[in-house]
Nanobody, 124 residues
Framework: QVQLVESGGGLVQAGGSLRLSCVAS????????MGWFRQAPGKEREFVAA????????NYQDSVKGRFTISRDNAKSTVYLQMNSLRADDTAVYYC?????????????????WGQGTQVTVSS
């Protein structure tokens, strides 16, 4: 069993920054891919970014490229999402997810484990 706990959400003005954290526990993660997804009210859950646990390969949704950075600290079993230049349309609940294969995917159904989510609200 894998447990994921997100933190770092909150209210920020447009143009501001937040850093989300996701701590993983329960298993070794050397072969796991970690992803961040988000879901705004009335919309489907969408891919934001992902990183292979070993190797550091990353992938981003086009709308966040150049503004968001995903990173990981294997010693702490933690993955981060640094979000800069935030916009009102970034407002959503952000979820951390884990995929037990070392291949990045943007599909939510490819991720077996999910955190509870953390709210990010960007005021314009």
């Amino acid at each position: 069993q894998v447990q994921l706990v997100e933190s770092g959400g909150g209210l920020v003005q447009a143009g501001g920054s937040l850093r989300l954290s996701c701590v993983a526990s329960g298993r070794t993660f050397i072969t796991y891919t970690m992803g961040w997804f988000r879901q705004a009210p009335g919309k489907e859950r969408e891919f934001v970014a992902a990183i292979r646990w070993s190797g550091g390969s990353t992938n981003y949704q086009d709308s966040v490229k150049g503004r968001f950075t995903i990173s990981r600290d294997n010693a702490k079993s933690t993955v981060y999402l640094q979000m800069n230049s935030l916009r009102a349309d970034d407002t959503a609940v952000y979820y951390c997810a884990a995929r037990p294969v070392p291949i990045i995917s943007a599909r939510p159904d490819q991720y077996a484990y999910w955190g509870q989510g953390t709210q990010v609200t960007v005021s314009s």
